[in-house]
């Protein structure tokens, strides 16, 4: 049986391509979204069922924190439920890593779905400051230093203009970079402008806050305080979170992981690099499956992965 590395994607994963990812799903893995749609009709919420059943997408709707953060979360979770190997660790990209914590059993499913939902609702009509992406990679497809010293600069010339900007994620074959409302339409401006395919950077992720840099402090502050009684456990399976730490079987500190969890990553650099190269390290997979919705996290693994001189498959769960 293929021993994989299970990657968790960030919430933005959940496109228009998305639709009808919860149809005719097999009995274990529509247990997953059942229990989703349970906790959101007790909170009044639309079910993922209904919209992920609409006619068509709204990215009002679809892409907003409030609902892009279960939906992702569900489709990540049924397409693990259909997997036929042998997990032997797992990671996660961003809101990914709560994913991760419900794979790999350090949150029971209705624990982490209300951890989901909870910091997913605090979005609606509350995006604090904002997310842009900008390319790291070459012609080549390789990661150019000089790119990362062009991002270092940016952020660097936003915080002399009076802005506040940092590193959010740092995404492989990307760079993902929070800031405040002034600071994202100043780096829009600053960084270098060019067309990778249908898409132009720098792009600015919509309704998308500064996740992972110290705007969300509060956030995080509320989360410590509001949900401080998820009942985190060391996981069933090796566990690797964005800084590259491994959470291990039996020995994972429960306390640390919460402060980390609603703590530390909150408001700190998410290094998916890190993550996917101490994991590629120490569990030496044959290969890597990046989980549903969508197939948008494959290529930045990837980069990761061959520039740490691992010849490892990724492919999406599909």
């Known amino acids: 049986m293929t021993r994989a590395l299970i990657v ?4 933005g994963s959940y496109g228009r391509d998305s639709l009808g990812s919860f149809k005719d799903l097999p009995p274990e893995a529509s247990a997953i979204v059942d229990a989703c749609d349970a906790h959101r009709r007790a909170s009044g919420t639309p079910t993922l069922r209904e919209l992920d059943a609409l006619p068509s997408f709204s990215p009002s709707r679809h892409v907003a924190g409030e609902h892009a953060s279960l939906l992702t979360f569900a489709a990540s979770l049924a397409d693990l439920a259909r997997l036929d190997v042998e997990v032997v660790a797992v990671t996660g990209n961003s809101m990914g890593w709560y994913t991760a914590l419900a794979a ?3 949150l029971d499913l209705e624990s982490a779905i209300r951890l989901v939902d909870t910091m ?7 995006v604090i400051g904002g997310q842009l992406m900008w390319p790291l990679t070459g012609e080549d497809r390789k990661v150019d230093p000089r790119r990362i010293a062009e991002v270092d600069a940016a952020i660097a010339d936003a915080h002399a203009a009076g802005h506040r ?3 959010s994620i740092r995404l492989g074959s990307h760079a993902v970079i929070g800031a405040d409302e002034g600071g994202c339409s100043f780096l829009m401006a600053r960084l270098p402008s060019e067309q990778r395919g249908q898409r132009s950077y720098p792009a600015r992720l919509p309704l998308h806050s500064a996740f992972h840099t110290p705007l969300l402090r509060e956030t995080s502050e509320r989360a410590l305080a509001e949900l ?3 009942p985190f456990r060391a996981p069933r399976v090796p566990l690797i979170d964005g800084r590259g730490k491994i959470w291990r079987p039996h020995w994972a500190d429960p306390a640390e992981m919460f402060e980390y969890t609603l703590g530390t990553q909150v408001v700190d650099t998410y290094d998916l690099n890190a993550a996917v190269k101490s994991a590629l390290w120490h569990v030496a997979p044959d290969a890597v499956i990046v989980l549903g919705p969508g197939d948008g ?3 930045p693994v990837e980069t990761i992965a061959r520039a740490a001189g691992f010849g490892v498959p990724v492919r999406a769960r599909a």
Not at 120 to 126: E, I, L, M, P, T
Request: glycine share 18%; aromatic share 14%.
């Open 104 to 106: 790999s059993g350090a």
């Open 165 to 167: 900007a940092w590193w």
């Open 120 to 126: 997913g609702s605090w979005q609606a009509g509350n």
């Open 228 to 230: 401080a009684d998820l």
């Open 8 to 11: 968790c994607p960030g919430r």
């Open 297 to 299: 996290l494959v290529r």
